[in-house]
């Protein structure tokens, strides 16, 4: 079975300083991707960033970088120059081609302090 | 605009009522799913749906049930079996569920029971 662990239930940082949120996984399916999502107080789910299982570079969008260690099965998220609006909870996701379902992790709340 | 429309935003149901949330796309996606999020935890898949007339149990099915009569629509009912209903709803699309590309989220529907 599938399971994303983010061990981190809360961050802080301060703005203009990089962060990273951690995220391993587990699956026994070859093929799978890795997403990060932002969920502010509002509560929508805005996704951030994708990582595919056999892409050979780490995915970047922006100020976002997915540390990608297939080995170590841990697919970090970096916040690079934090601003305050990045405050959020933060959740790792994966999909497997077996499951064809998206599995969450617990989240990681950060705090971006000025 | 494209995007998935979740409504109400915030439902009240007393003990013992069926309640439906109702969960629409215009985005021509095949995949949608259900998601229910407790405070400070992640989200746990109730339904998902790869195609039209077509449906799977997620990881805690019991107490809800769902259909898909329509491909840009997948309606929730919380029945009075689930008995602590009481969370944030959040439905979801995705173009096709093998492809490993992201999901798109709603808004979200908090229910409460009063």
């Given at each position: 079975a599938q399971k994303i662990t983010q061990t981190q239930p809360g961050m802080f940082v301060q703005e203009k300083e990089a962060v990273t949120l951690d995220c391993t996984y587990d699956t026994s399916d070859p093929s799978y991707g890795l997403f990060w999502y932002k969920q502010p107080s509002s509560g929508e789910m805005i996704f951030l960033i994708y990582q595919g299982s056999y892409d050979q570079q780490n995915a970047t969008e922006g100020r976002y970088s997915l540390n990608f260690q297939k080995a170590r099965k841990s697919a970090n998220l970096v916040i690079s120059a934090?601003?305050?609006?990045?405050s959020a909870m933060y959740f790792c996701a994966m999909r497997d081609r077996g499951f064809q379902k998206l599995v969450f992790g617990t989240g990681t709340r950060l705090l971006v302090s000025p | 605009d494209g995007g998935i429309t979740q409504s109400p935003k915030y439902l009240f149901r007393k003990e013992g009522q069926n309640v439906t949330l109702s969960c629409e796309q215009n985005?021509?996606?095949d995949a949608m799913y259900w998601y229910r999020q407790d405070p400070g935890q992640g989200l746990r898949l109730i339904y998902y749906s790869q195609i039209v007339n077509d449906f799977q149990k997620g990881d805690i099915a019991e107490g809800y049930s769902v259909s898909?009569?329509?491909?840009?629509s997948f309606p929730l009912t919380v029945t009075?079996?689930?008995?602590?209903?009481t969370a944030f709803y959040l439905c979801a699309s995705s173009i096709?569920?093998?492809?490993g590309l992201e999901a798109f989220f709603g808004q979200g529907t908090r229910l409460t029971v009063v």
């Open positions: 934090s601003q305050l609006g990045d | 985005l021509n996606h898909r009569e329509k491909k840009e009075s079996a689930q008995k602590n209903p096709s569920p093998v492809r």
